[in-house]
């Protein structure tokens, strides 16, 4: 090939100006967008939106503008979710307008890392800092943003297993182990825990899933039980992981009384509290988490509770050095090796040492611009707004006898079921099946389901900032609307 300069390829725009022009007119729409989208409803793909996506791979391209003229037309209109005020599905955070300009600015920086040869280092640090002041964790601990609470569980529980296992599990790995490892949740605890403990390497069966109480909190006295008859039977009961608001019902365990057990049996705790950690900036739910500071290693996400944009979470722990010696490359890594004879403060800021990637989207830039922009009071108050809606959503259920409360409100989540006169506990659970049902075809998202103790259940699951009280008189309203239809044609 001879050399020409103008088949010099580059993805940068051909025309600036025609590129500026693009680029206002996509952060104008996206702010329109945000403007009204909480005042609609999600709406599933239609089959013209779905198939206008299924295309061939295009050779040369149709260019920026057509492509996002595809989006707009077939993609956005369906893209609502969360972001509706009238959300309360499984745990789905609604992010903010400010969160999207955040991810425009780490979008455009693109930076690979947190390197200590820009501002990024610093910022990672400064907003950890932060997020260990507002949870009440140890100023000395150290941390990572990650994507979201199942990676901040993962890292978290890696932690866990390289430092307590018998053997240097870097070498020796889990086949090396002499006494089989075991691990300890209550059965509402999430299962993107279990994924952990599978891609650990420990095996699914060596997780416990250790009963409740009638709040939905881990039994003591059967995790007590269940370690005994482990260490009895040969193996090593390593970790028991506290839930800090459990995905079913928002139910705390008693983190103290766990990190008292941990204590005593020299075991790690872990704590999952990707969402439920936030009521510690609540003025009255904070106590729910008090002992969350013993935790060995904690796991929360942003995304959530927090607003902040999806694919944010993050792990702390209180084993500085044991978090690096997990992930740190070796010696043999010429490249990217770290010296761990350093000061361990040098090396707290250098999330590519912290977690399982390398290159990074910088995270933290996200989480120091929105804790800068509304401080932690605003986010506070957020929180607690959430919380006062889900009390006065469990009032108007518990007012209202066709519906009854199916497990005790702890938090931001109400469990209910219509439930009018007359019916066998079977047709209950058949008639809140099609009413979840029913609220999928024609409004998804206001309400999702799950089985607590064998009992087919609704659930509102509040983290929704666009809420507003009336909306939960709408909620109650329509579900029972659903409800008495249905009931007729019974
Ligand atoms: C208690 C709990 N842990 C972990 C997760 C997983 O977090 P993510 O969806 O951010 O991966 C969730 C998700 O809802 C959760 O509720």
């Known amino acids: 090939m001879t050399y020409s300069k103008k088949h010099e390829e580059t993805l940068d725009p051909e025309n600036w100006d025609t590129f500026r022009v693009l680029g206002h007119k ?9 403007e009204t989208v909480g005042q609609k409803q999600h709406r599933l793909a239609t089959k013209e939106e779905i198939s206008a996506i299924k295309k061939p791979l295009s050779r040369e391209g149709v260019g920026e503008e057509q492509a996002y003229t595809e989006f707009v037309e077939s993609m956005m209109p369906s893209m609502i979710a969360q972001k509706s005020a009238r959300w309360w599905g499984w745990v789905v955070g609604g992010g903010s307008p400010y969160g999207m300009l955040t991810s425009m600015l780490t979008g455009g920086l693109n930076l690979p890392s947190d390197d200590s040869f820009s501002a990024a280092y610093n910022v990672n640090r400064q907003a950890l800092d932060w997020v260990k002041e507002m949870l009440n964790y140890p100023k000395d601990s150290s941390g990572i943003f990650v994507t979201g609470g199942s990676e901040a569980n993962f890292t978290g529980l890696a932690v866990a297993r390289n430092t307590m296992a018998e053997v240097d599990m870097k070498t020796a790995g889990v086949q090396g182990v002499p006494h089989k490892m075991t691990v300890y949740v209550s059965e509402e605890g999430h299962h993107c825990l279990e994924r952990s403990v599978e891609l650990l390497g420990l095996g699914k069966d060596t997780l416990h899933w250790i009963p409740t109480d009638d709040q939905y909190r881990i039994r003591l006295d059967l995790l007590r039980e269940s370690i005994d008859t482990d260490r009895r039977n040969g193996f090593h009961p390593f970790c028991v992981i506290g839930c800090a608001g459990t995905v079913n019902t928002g139910a705390f365990d008693d983190l103290n009384a766990l990190a008292d057990i941990a204590a005593k049996e020299r075991m790690w705790l872990h704590v999952d509290g990707a969402f439920g ?14 002992g969350l500071e013993r935790a060995d290693s ?10 902040m944009p999806y694919g944010l979470g993050c792990t702390l722990t209180r084993h500085p050095r044991e978090h690096l010696k997990t992930f740190v490359y070796g010696e043999e890594a010429a490249y990217v090796k770290y010296d761990l004879d350093k000061p361990i403060e040098e090396l707290l800021g250098t999330s590519m ?69 007359g019916l066998s506990a079977d ?10 049902q029913g609220s999928l075809e024609k409004t998804p998202g206001i309400i999702s389901d799950t089985t607590i103790k064998g009992r087919y259940t609704l659930r509102a699951c509040n983290v929704n900032h666009r809420s507003k009280m009336e909306d939960f008189d709408w909620l109650v309203a329509e579900v029972k609307r659903i409800g008495e239809g249905l009931v007729s044609r019974m």
């Open 298 to 307: 904690l796991a929360v996400d942003l995304h959530k509770w927090m607003s």
């Open 26 to 34: 996509m952060l104008d729409d996206m702010i329109n967008y945000l």
């Open 353 to 421: 040492f912290m977690g399982l990637r390398l290159c990074n989207e910088t995270l933290p830039l996200k989480v120091y611009l929105l804790l800068r922009a509304y401080g932690s009071e605003r986010f506070g108050r957020v929180v607690q707004q959430n919380l006062d809606q889900i009390k006065y959503l469990e009032g108007l259920i518990r007012k209202d006898p066709s519906f009854e409360i199916s497990a005790p409100v702890s938090s931001n989540i109400v469990c209910f079921r219509y439930k009018p006169t």
């Open 427 to 436: 047709k209950v659970d058949e008639l809140n099946r099609l009413i979840f």
């Open 277 to 290: 950690s936030w009521v510690k900036i609540s003025e009255t739910h904070k106590h729910l988490a008090d």
